[in-house]
């Protein structure tokens, strides 16, 4: 229906807005705006107007599906990318480990952060083979100077390993399913919810 650009504006603002307020009538800081792009809409000009809209003291980062074509992409995928970080928008590679991203289209795309796929994450408990996985997925991060995520951290024997494994961020139920805004900002208020600059 051609509408998907205009609910990813309605998003991005919402969010940010939210964020703000949060800030300013809450006294609560969350360091980083982080949302989902896809690829048609990260090659529309006029995200570059809508980021510009943007501001707050957080950070802004688009997630990048791992199931784009990177490595078939033209030059003109490449300067939107760079045309993003030149307005200090991060990039990030979401599900990595379920897609189509290469090590050469890393290189070339310089993600700040590698968000790991849940479904390589959830069997780090019991499979020695994929911790041995992700101890190789992270030395290449950190090879690259990226930084890495593990998502579907589920329980805190999940949190742990991934942490001892070398994963600077946790995403996952372990720590809160998603949330609508007022328990959003309950959540953060509550005396268990420490906010240290490293929500993702």
Excluded at 37 to 57: F, H, I, K, W, Y
Excluded at 80 to 106: C, H, N, T, Y
Excluded at 116 to 130: A, C, F, G, Q
Excluded at 183 to 192: K, L, T
Aim: contains cysteine; proline residues 3%; aromatic residues 6%.
């Amino acid at each position: 229906m051609g509408i998907v650009n205009k609910i990813d504006d309605i998003i991005l603002g919402k969010s940010a807005r939210f964020l703000n307020d949060l800030c300013d009538k809450g006294g609560i800081f969350v360091p980083e705006l982080s949302v989902n792009v896809s690829q048609e809409r990260l090659c529309d000009p006029a995200l570059l107007a809508s980021v510009s809209n943007v501001t707050g003291p957080f950070a802004l980062s688009f997630e990048l599906l791992e199931s784009i074509a990177f490595d078939e992409e033209n030059n003109r995928f490449e300067w939107m990318l760079d045309a993003r970080k030149e307005r200090g928008v991060g990039i990030q590679i979401d599900d990595f480990g379920s897609g189509r991203a290469s090590i050469s289209a890393l290189l070339s795309i310089t993600p700040e952060r590698l968000k790991i796929d849940r479904h390589l994450i959830m069997p780090i408990v019991e499979k020695e083979s994929n911790r041995q996985l992700m101890r190789g997925i992270v030395g290449i991060a950190r090879s690259m100077k990226i930084k890495v995520t593990a998502e579907g951290i589920e329980t805190m024997e999940h949190a742990a390993i991934a942490r001892d494994l070398g994963c600077d961020r946790l995403q996952g139920y372990a720590f809160a399913k998603p949330l609508c805004e007022d328990d959003f900002r309950a959540y953060c208020q509550s005396s268990d919810t420490i906010l240290t600059g490293k929500l993702a």
